[in-house]
């Protein structure tokens, strides 16, 4: 039975779920219908489809995971299943990564100014050199998939020591996802990296152009803010994603005592793939601008709900 903090921590959890697939899935289908409208695959049509794709389904593999564990562990130690899970969410978590940082780096090659060759290379060549970068992806693949563990039923089946089981299972698992994050963790510096560089920008700039005497900012400082905002939450939600993955793997191996530790890691890292996601539709204007025109119906009909009741 769950206490009052667990049953808490899971409606939270929900919560975060049902935004983050509707949020994801609604950038994903406001990107394909501008495709189809426009007759033209852009390069940030493709970024964003893939990302919120990405996410998307790496949400439903956070949470079905999180699901089994709790209330069908059995599963996990008669059947390949966990393993299935696994590949799914390597290739969705390295696939969500690779776009976010694609999307990255597009705005820095728009929005930074730098008079550096190689930087005037990039940016006049940046369809190119973002559709090399997701191609890259391909062989994170390559390099991820060969550090995979043996699924756990192997092990099972040869041995009798179910406690030394889940031991070896759990510094295997630990040794494995270090492995195979080590292409993500490349791609977070390489992040971090754009960051600093658009800070830099930025910060040149405003010693160039001041503020108006109105007060107000120019669209290039503007720009740069708002991409700034972009980036930075992504660093900051990635970082706790990780930590939600350390804290719900601590939790799992040690459950049912530390059930309260493996729900709260679940939902730490559902923070993630919703939350970026929902400051990337408030940064775009195009994507806010339709997200408000998806609510105000919503809100017209509910102001005429409440007239109706006497």
């Not at 969705?92 to 290379?121: D, E, G, P, R, V």
């Not at 179910?162 to 040794?175: D, G, V």
């Not at 700039?205 to 905002?229: C, Q, V, W, Y």
Request: aromatic fraction near 12%; charge should be positive; hydrophobic fraction near 50%.
């Amino acid at each position: 039975m769950l206490n009052i903090v667990e049953g808490l921590l899971i409606y939270v959890a929900v919560s975060e779920s049902v935004l983050g697939v509707l949020g994801n899935g609604f950038i994903g289908v406001v990107s394909c219908i501008d495709c189809v409208k426009s007759k033209n695959i852009s390069t940030v049509s493709l970024i964003l489809t893939g990302l919120a794709s990405s996410r998307f389904c790496l949400i439903w593999m956070i949470i079905t995971d999180a699901y089994i564990r709790m209330f069908f562990p059995d599963i996990y130690l008669f059947g390949n299943i966990s393993q299935y899970i696994v590949y799914l969410r390597i290739i969705m978590n390295q696939s969500s990564t690779w776009f976010a940082t694609s999307l990255s780096i597009f705005y820095f090659l728009k929005i930074a100014n730098y008079s550096h060759c190689i930087f005037l290379w990039l940016k006049c060549h940046i369809n190119r050199v973002l559709l090399l970068f997701m191609g890259s992806l391909l062989i994170s693949w390559l390099f991820a998939f060969p550090s995979i563990a043996k699924p756990s039923t192997n092990n099972i089946m040869k041995n009798r020591s179910t406690t030394w089981l889940i031991t070896m299972h759990k510094s295997e698992y630990l040794t494995n996802q270090i492995l195979l994050n080590i292409g993500v963790i490349l791609v977070f510096v390489l992040c971090l990296i754009t960051c600093f560089l658009l800070i830099t920008s930025l910060w040149r700039h405003n010693r160039k152009t001041r503020l108006s005497a109105t007060g107000f900012r120019d669209p290039s400082t503007e720009a740069h803010i708002k991409a700034m905002k972009i980036l930075v939450s992504f660093i900051i939600l990635f970082i706790l994603y990780f930590v939600g993955t350390a804290i719900q793997i601590s939790g799992s191996s040690t459950m049912p005592e530390n059930k309260l530790l493996f729900i709260i890691g679940i939902t730490t890292r559902l923070l993630y793939p919703w939350g970026h996601s929902l400051i990337l539709m408030l940064g775009n204007r195009k994507l806010k601008q339709d997200s408000l025109r998806v609510l105000k119906p919503l809100k017209c009909w509910e102001k005429e709900k409440l007239l109706r009741i006497p």
